[in-house]
């Protein structure tokens, strides 16, 4: 049977595809844009018909009528890292929560230490030799394609086919739901003056022919749109957005000094606009990986110079980061911030940058703080942190005593904030 004649056997629509799933199931969806919106609205349509089903994502970009707190005993969400679409009901306790490393969710799937019943993606059309590309999302999902009972493809004209190992063949699937939906478009963050303030002071110690991992926000953007002057930067990266495609388009990035996989962007999934999408399409220069080699510190960190670029909330004064909860209360999650600070730390020349506003909440507080807020979760530890940047300074703390960490971080706190910092630092015998 050719492949285009397997192909029209396994076609069907996304009401009939979700009767693949059973009761008990866990369906594994991929990151972001990735997610299928014609197979997520026939499950939610359908919810009603189910029994403990799990739909486990790093990162829900919509919410689909299975995000329902009346019917988390048909079908509930298990998140990986919050998003505007499930905070509230991680936050409320009717979506679980499921604390992890993004490096290591493939390995969780392998081991069985997470369920991977069911995979719904959304996919590029087949090639002629039977070959699909999750472009959009590899991450975990090619872990649970390889472990899944049933795999189920939304196959669409406006994802692209990338390279890289994110290829799933039409013998692996069970069911393919055709759509033309446009995949979703993410507009870069808005960059204010603390922003640009605070890339001016990360770009300034970004080296020529240093090789980029850029996480996602307003401030890691303002450093990408200030780096549009240097040469040859290379990327190895969790995720491909339109900042990294201003900087190919202005000729900084050639990855041409990368000593692993030189000449290739690396990433796991794609967070952008329709441009960024047509440019992944078939492209030699950039790669798709599942995240447990884009992420893995092992691999990345043996890109000599490599930068990692990532956001925290707040940071005590002896240098750990709650990049993903308010408290107790958990907004988003650990992603990839860990992964990168070491792989960075175990690269040759290279510098993993914390960046965070000195304030919050029209600077009544201080986001660098004596100690974190009680119940606060730990993203970034004490011995992995490097630097640290606000719109007043750098700070390096690496290597650096608790004392002198204490006195590098009061110096780039807000300067109303300073005296009342040093005061509480003395009471806790670290300045």
């Known amino acids: 049977?050719?492949?285009q004649e397997t192909y029209a056997k396994k076609k069907m629509s996304a009401s009939d595809a979700v009767h693949l799933v059973r009761d008990g199931d866990c369906i594994i969806v991929p990151t972001g844009v990735a997610e299928p919106p014609a197979l997520l609205a026939a499950l939610s349509r359908q919810r009603r018909s189910f029994h403990d089903v799990k739909v486990a994502q790093i990162?829900?970009?919509?919410?689909?009528?299975?995000?329902d707190p009346e019917t988390v005993d048909h079908v509930r969400h298990v998140a990986l890292f919050y998003g505007a679409a499930t905070r509230a009901g991680g936050q409320a306790g009717w979506i679980d929560f499921l604390p992890n490393y993004f490096s290591e969710i493939p390995c969780m799937i392998r081991r069985g230490q997470m369920a991977a019943d069911v995979v719904f993606s959304m996919a590029s059309p087949m090639d002629a030799h039977g070959y699909f590309s999750l472009s959009l999302g590899a991450d975990y999902t090619m872990a649970a394609v390889a472990k899944a009972r049933a795999v189920v493809l939304e196959v669409n004209p406006n994802v692209p086919f990338a390279y890289g190992n994110c290829h799933v063949h039409i013998s692996q699937v069970a069911g393919l739901v055709e759509s033309e939906t446009p995949v979703p478009e993410v507009a870069l963050p808005k960059i204010g003056h603390v922003q640009e303030a605070i890339g001016k002071y990360v770009a300034e110690l970004i080296d020529d022919g240093a090789t980029l991992q850029i996480g996602y926000g307003?401030?890691?953007?303002?450093?990408v749109m200030q780096l549009t002057a240097k040469h040859d930067l290379g990327i190895h990266t969790e995720m491909i957005g339109d900042g990294i495609l201003t900087l190919l388009e202005a000729g900084a990035v050639t990855n041409r000094r990368k000593n692993y996989l030189p000449g290739k962007m690396v990433a796991t999934?794609?967070?952008g606009s329709k441009k960024l999408y047509t440019f992944m399409d078939r492209n030699p220069a950039l790669e798709i990986h599942p995240v447990d080699y884009t992420n893995a510190p092992t691999l990345a960190g043996q890109n000599d110079n490599l930068v990692a670029i990532n956001a925290t909330l707040q940071i005590d004064l002896l240098g750990q980061c709650g990049s993903e909860s308010l408290g107790h209360v958990q907004y988003s999650g650990t992603g990839g911030q860990a992964d990168f600070v070491r792989a960075?730390?175990?690269?040759?020349?290279?510098k993993a940058f914390i960046v965070l506003p000195s304030t919050a909440k029209d600077h009544s507080i201080s986001r660098i703080v004596p100690c974190l807020s009680p119940g606060t979760h730990v993203s970034t530890s004490k011995n992995d942190i490097n630097y640290v940047v606000t719109e007043y300074g750098v700070a390096q703390l690496r290597g650096k005593s608790a004392k002198q960490r204490a006195r590098e971080l009061i110096s780039i706190a807000h300067p109303h904030f300073r005296a009342e910092l040093t005061e509480q630092a003395k009471r806790m015998n670290v300045m």
């Open 1 to 3: 049977m050719s492949v």
């Open 59 to 67: 990162l829900a970009m919509h919410k689909y009528g299975y995000l």
């Open 218 to 223: 307003g401030i890691p953007d303002a450093v």
């Open 269 to 271: 999934f794609a967070l």
């Open 344 to 350: 960075a730390n175990m690269s040759r020349g290279g």
